[in-house]
């Protein structure tokens, strides 16, 4: 027997809703365009051919989340066995905020659970009960992943030796963050 697929009203109002959020922890954990589009459309995929029925929206939230996070770790373990070496891009980037690459270089060095709750908690202005909800976790867990990946950024980014700067840093926009992540992905992709 064949299996129905979602309707394709579902899938806009999934896509305009959640889209965004699926994108940016993409981008997130690759810190490349085209892989974060990639797994956007995979996970929207899988989505449209999944026959889990959804009871809340807050459901379908954590689905998407957990499916995103696994096509990001399967994509991490997919460039371990296969190194590719991007084109350069050729349009220029315009400059992006230096505080935001730092940031952006850090967060990305944060190992995948705390990366993803620094998501959840700062872009998508989730409270932690929340974020536990959603990765069938206890809120201590999440504070506890925040902390830990809290005192790493601020190891990372000598946030010991100048609080303020460190402050500073952690509240660059996300536009910044983003063009900053595009640029060091880029530039970490043309080394050989």
Known sequence: MKKELRSDAFLQDAMERWGDMVYRLALGHTRNIADAE???QDVFLRLLRDTTDFQTEEHLKAWLLHVTQNRCCDHARHLQRHSTQE???CIPDSPPDPAAEELWQAVAALPPKQLTVIHLFY???RTTEQIASLLHCRPATVRTRLHRARKALK???G???DEERFERVRQADAPSICAAGTKAARAESSRP
Do not use: K, M
Request: net charge negative; hydrophobic share 35%.
């Open 87 to 89: 084109l350069p891009a």
């Open 123 to 125: 872009e998508e202005g």
């Open 38 to 40: 990639d797994i956007y």
């Open 155 to 157: 190891r990372l980014l």
């Open 159 to 161: 946030g010991d030796q």
